[in-house]
């Protein structure tokens, strides 16, 4: 699933990955308002980004579904 950060070029920071550019803009308002009292930088950006960890929930989600599969392969060997 890709996932989306916000990059500030005058700060030479990244947000954390975020599920939605929605999410990743939202966090860059904060770091607008926060660091430049609103205004917006030269260049920048929300990326995409394709390798990021999973955020905790869908780290849930896939534990519940592999410990499910491996339940159910347990009853077809016993």
């Not at 005058?10 to 308002?33: E, F, I, K, L, M």
């Not at 260049?43 to 390798?51: A, K, Y």
């Amino acid at each position: 699933m890709p996932q989306y950060v916000y990059r500030c070029p005058v700060c030479r920071t990244s947000s954390r990955p975020y599920s939605s550019a929605g999410r990743a803009d939202d966090r860059g308002q904060v770091h607008r308002d926060e660091h430049h009292h609103g205004d917006h930088p030269d260049g920048e950006r929300i990326e995409q980004i394709q390798h990021a960890m999973p955020e905790p929930g869908q780290m849930a989600a896939l534990a519940f579904v592999t410990a499910l599969i491996l339940f159910a392969l347990l009853l077809k060997i016993i």
